[in-house]
């Protein structure tokens, strides 16, 4: 800073210190909270300081899962979250970036509209149009499937607008010169535009990898068959267990394990993370 | 290594708008021609026209007497060196170079083979595993080349390959290009719009304007007898002066200023009778103007800027009483301000004379 | 964009735009305009037949209390989330942008909550305000304020949008955090120059100089607030107590899912749609002022 004034640095990390807290405090909790036992979790306040059945806790929900919620294992759950994030994160990628080199690199009718089309999708959040997509997914017999979870969620403006930008700012002598080098539009594709939207396709990754992990509404109306359950539908099963108050310390066993995978990606990409964040705003 | 022709080349683009004009060229084998003109004159076009980067709305080009109108950029047998070079940035240099004969299935010992010797005829022989991005202009503009000579096409197009390049580097590579171009003998289309480098390195330059070819010579036919006065004050380095005149009453001299009002005549080496009283232009390059010849007409001119350039000294001047400028070149150093008034003479032989309404030499 | 096609080929364009177009079309847009028609027919007591009624779920939706309390409930919240999450993104972003010290380190720890889902977050803080076990409330009970998120209307939408608004922050950080490293470093020491101490410098250069930013967080949040916190709200409260945090999101859901209220869950949806489109477009108007700017 511009001058010296000591106070002003410590007030700074005083501030900053307070907001990690803030930030860090409910997952603290929460973590206390799974290491308990069932009883430990009814005094007012709850324990501050980790218990003893870390293991024990995390074993059952892992394996055999909360009774009260059915009881299925949530390693099952956590499996299925991974198959529909990693479907939605890679099924979003992978359309919208052929459609973004459809739209920049070729000239054709309706390319316009097509272009409108895909950025209407922007305005429409699942949640507005939740009773007729449910409807038109039931009539299309994909109700309780990977698809049904997947497919639907897949159309992506921001991805495809991200890669219109990135195609945008590549030099059209580079087309040229692999015209020159005998190359056609697949092999330019996947020679020259592939390679070099490596790191765009990563950050973009990281950020639908968080988003598909995170879907709660959709899974919750488009699969009922227990086998299919996310770690978020399964949150929601232990929540709205009839008439009692949760079971905290497995509740909050399988919050952690819902949390983990996110969390890890964004620390140990944060880069890219930062970068996808970033991009897909512009 | 072919004969290029175009015949009758026209462009004009959906929105209307003609960029090129009916071209007329004939290139030969082993032939290094410039397309030299202002940005926006069309020589880029016609260069991306050849390559099948855009279309033929008029006309044809063809390759080795074969129409090529209508053929892919990739089927034409022909390379390219781009102004920024347009290398594959995640690509080595050695992939770069080869990736043309790649997609053609070449055979990887002759690919392999022909990386290798570009790569020691550019001096990059050490660089083959590096990105493009850990190079330097020149070294990029090396591999840019060396990517057009692996191919061993049949005709090298290159569009203002050394702009990119700072000025020391760009005579240096001027000079690499036109040695390797011999080496190889290879037919060149160069696309530039600096006139020292179509001058230094052209076999034959088209002038071009507007989607126009002006003239198509050799460079010192070109700088010797201009068709236009646009050419004369495109070509040499300053360009000609042109002057305002009308032919005298006898025929034998040039009256100058507009309707020979500033009233100093310029004897001209052959008379043209006849044609008095009609409105041209005198032109003298900078270089053919004599300070206090021995004999001779002479006009007084009044320096407004001198710049010396070592070998030799530039001299802005203006004519009295019409406010025309004339441009002297003196060899040697002259100090600045020596004398605000010079004694310019015309030397007879090396007079040029234009028509003023249409801008076209006059013949003798 | 390219002046002329740098590839020519007739079917290829289509087969790659086909798969994203299919899925709009099927899954976005035919769905918006069903939802469009089917908000104006009524469908009989075995959703056998159904005739066209015009408006009228459109007048009834705004007649009823439950809509219109839910319509309070979405303004209140949303403002809350966007206010608490943007001052306390903003205060964190100019301290870390002060330390040169372990600025790294605080970005790094800040930012990780982007990643927690809305309905973990939710879960999270429940526990914390839970009035029988949970740490928040029982500091709270000893400040002489019985909370009770379970039963009082107040303390459930508190809840809510402290839950919303605790997640949205590191996203605004980064944000917050990228516009202050944008601004020269000259104008705030010319400022210094000025005679200008550091809370009047931050008033008068900085903040207005964030102001596009701001602006920019401030529609973002907003629709954040309004569309992707359904699962925040709908795995603790559910919208209660008696319907006290049930946002428009939450009662599209409920008439629909739970209700089986056809017309009127689609007449809700299409004025949803239309306010997101508002957004939307007050979003790109913004973009394209940064561009020219």
């Known amino acids: ?282 | 290594m072919a004969t290029v022709d175009f015949i009758g080349v026209e462009k004009t683009y959906p929105n209307g708008h003609k960029a090129i004009h009916g071209i007329n060229l004939n290139i030969t084998d082993g032939e290094f021609v410039v397309l030299v003109g202002p940005s926006g004159c069309g020589k880029s076009t016609l260069l991306r026209m050849l390559a099948g980067l855009e279309t033929v709305t008029g006309g044809e080009i063809r390759i080795d007497g074969k129409v090529v109108n209508r053929l892919e950029p990739a089927d034409r047998d022909i390379a390219m060196v781009f102004q920024n070079y347009a290398l594959y940035p995640h690509m080595s240099v050695r992939e770069n170079m080869a990736y043309g004969l790649r997609n053609r299935k070449t055979p990887v010992d002759v690919i392999e083979k022909r990386v290798a010797e570009a790569a020691k005829v550019l001096g990059l022989e050490g660089m083959l595993d590096r990105k493009p991005k850990q190079l330097s202009g020149g070294q990029r503009q090396r591999v840019a080349m060396g990517r057009a000579i692996v191919r061993e096409p049949k005709a090298f197009l290159f569009d203002e390959p050394l702009s990119n390049l700072d000025a020391k580097l760009r005579v240096q590579m001027r000079v690499e290009i036109r040695r390797l171009q011999r080496e190889l003998n290879t037919t060149a289309i160069y696309v530039t719009h600096d006139q020292v480098e179509a001058m230094t390195m052209a076999d034959r330059l088209v002038v071009m304007r507007d989607g126009v070819a002006q003239q198509i010579g050799r460079p010192l036919d070109v700088y010797a007898k201009p068709r236009t006065t646009y050419v004369a004050a495109f070509i040499g380095s300053p360009g000609m002066n042109l002057l305002e005149g009308v032919i005298s009453a006898d025929g034998s001299a040039v009256v100058l200023g507009k309707n020979g009002a500033m009233g100093r005549s310029i004897a001209l080496p052959v008379a043209r009778p006849g044609e008095t009283g009609r409105p041209v232009v005198l032109g003298i390059r900078p270089e053919h103007l004599l300070i206090n010849p021995q004999q001779g007409d002479t006009v007084e001119v009044r320096s407004v800027l001198t710049e010396p350039l070592g070998a030799d000294t530039i001299k802005y001047t203006l004519l009295p009483g019409c406010g025309q400028s004339l441009t002297v070149r003196l060899p040697g150093t002259h100090p600045s301000g020596d004398t605000d008034v010079l004694a310019v003479g015309f030397d007879p032989a090396h007079l040029h004379l234009f028509d003023e309404a249409t801008g076209l030499r006059l013949e003798d | 964009m390219h002046q002329s096609s740098p590839f020519n080929h007739r079917l290829l364009p289509y087969l790659l735009v086909l798969p994203q177009i299919a899925v709009t079309l099927a899954f976005f847009i035919w769905p918006a305009l069903n939802a469009v028609w089917l908000s104006t027919r009524q469908e009989d007591a075995f959703g056998l037949s159904s005739e066209f009624v015009g408006l009228e779920h459109y007048i009834a939706i705004f007649h009823d209390g439950t809509y219109t309390r839910a319509l309070v409930n979405t303004a209140v919240f949303s403002t809350g989330v966007t206010v608490v999450s943007l001052a306390l993104a903003l205060l964190l972003a100019v301290m870390a942008d002060r330390v040169v010290r372990g600025a790294m380190v605080y970005k790094t720890l800040l930012i990780w909550p982007y990643a927690v889902a809305p309905a973990v977050a939710g879960v999270i803080w429940w526990l914390a305000f839970n009035p029988s076990i949970g740490v928040v409330a029982y500091f709270i009970n000893i400040l002489g304020y019985d909370w009770n998120h379970l039963i009082k209307a107040r303390d459930a939408m508190m809840l809510v949008i402290f839950a919303a608004a605790w997640k949205q922050i590191s996203y605004n950080f980064l944000f917050f955090l990228a516009g202050l490293q944008a601004i020269p470093r000259s104008l705030i020491e010319a400022a210094a120059l000025d005679g200008a101490s550091p809370f009047r410098r931050f008033w008068t250069v900085i903040f207005p100089l964030l102001s596009p930013t701001t602006f920019f967080l401030l529609v973002v949040n907003i629709i954040y607030a309004f569309f992707d916190t359904f699962a925040l709200i709908h795995a603790t409260t559910a919208g209660g107590p008696a319907g006290s945090t049930e946002t428009l999101v939450l009662k599209v859901f409920m008439d629909g899912f739970v209700g089986l209220d056809l017309g009127g869950s689609s007449a809700q949806s299409v004025v949803l749609m239309v306010m997101v489109m508002a957004l939307t477009v007050v979003q790109f108007r913004f973009v394209e002022r940064k561009v020219q700017y």
């Open chain 1, 1 to 282: 800073m511009v001058e010296n004034r000591p106070w002003l640095t410590v007030i700074a990390h005083v501030v900053l210190l307070l907001g990690l807290l803030i930030t860090a405090f409910p997952v603290w909790l929460t973590f206390v909270a799974s290491t308990h036992e069932g009883t430990a979790l009814t005094q007012f306040p709850m324990p501050l300081w980790p218990g003893s059945h870390f293991l024990d806790n995390y074993g059952t929900i892992l394996f055999s899962g909360a009774k009260a919620a059915g009881g299925q294992p949530v390693l099952l759950m956590l499996g299925n979250s991974l198959i529909v994030a990693l479907g939605i994160a890679v099924g979003k990628i992978a359309i919208s970036i052929i459609a973004a080199y459809a739209i920049v690199y070729f000239r054709f009718p309706l390319r316009q509209t097509f272009f409108w089309m895909i950025f209407m999708t922007l305005m429409l959040p699942v949640e507005v149009r939740i009773m007729p997509t449910f409807e038109i997914t039931a009539n299309l017999g994909l109700l309780n499937s990977y698809s049904g979870l997947i497919v639907p969620l897949i159309a992506s403006a921001t991805a495809t607008f991200l890669f219109r930008q990135f195609f945008l700012t590549i030099p059209v002598e580079l087309v040229e010169a692999a015209r020159l080098d005998g190359a056609g539009p697949i092999r330019f594709f996947r020679d020259v535009l592939l390679p070099l939207s490596r790191t765009n396709i990563a950050a973009l990754f990281v950020i639908l990898f968080i988003y598909g992990w995170n879907q709660y509404l959709w899974p919750l109306v488009v699969s009922t068959d227990p086998s299919l359950t996310t770690i978020m539908t399964g949150i929601n099963a232990l929540v709205r267990v009839p008439d009692s108050e949760p079971q905290w310390h497995l509740l909050m066993a399988m919050s952690m394990l819902a949390m983990l995978p996110p969390i890890l990606v964004v620390v140990v990409m944060q880069k890219l993370f930062v970068r996808g964040l970033v991009e897909t705003e512009k």
